[in-house]
């Protein structure tokens, strides 16, 4: 039996993580934790162990998940998908991590999540 990919996701907006959460399990993606904070990122990116982190670079607390990101990339090269409305170009160069990471730009639809996701699977960086 195939496993389910795992799926970590930081957003504090909570609608919109519930949303996700609702719209991956849909897809057969397995949702390890739902964290609305940059040090609860970390931590559940370093307990879960998940294959793909959706990180919202906007988080609440004293990082950002910009900050988030680059912390758990230097332990693990666990796949992050940047979800976010930001697109000055100050906020995308400060984002760059060493690949593999994409940007999905709010407002989404599902089907570019799933677009994301894929094209990460298809790269050979996850699974």
């Known amino acids: 039996m195939e496993s389910k990919l795992k ?3 930081a957003e504090d907006e909570s609608i919109i993580a519930m949303d996700l959460k609702v719209t991956l399990r849909k897809m057969g993606y397995e949702v390890t934790s ?22 919202d670079i906007m988080l609440g607390g004293s990082l950002d998940g910009i900050e988030a990101a680059k912390i758990i990339s230097h332990k693990h090269a666990t796949p992050i998908i940047y979800i976010t409305a930001l ?12 690949d593999p990471y994409l940007y999905l730009m709010k407002p989404f639809i599902a089907n570019d999540l799933k677009l994301a996701i894929e094209t990460l699977l298809h790269t050979g960086t996850v699974g």
């Open 34 to 55: 739902v964290v609305n904070n940059a040090l609860s990122a970390i931590q559940k990116a370093e307990q879960d162990k998940p294959d793909v982190i959706l990180m």
């Open 87 to 98: 697109k000055d170009e100050k906020t995308m160069t400060r984002a760059c991590l060493p």
């Open 7 to 9: 799926i970590l996701i």
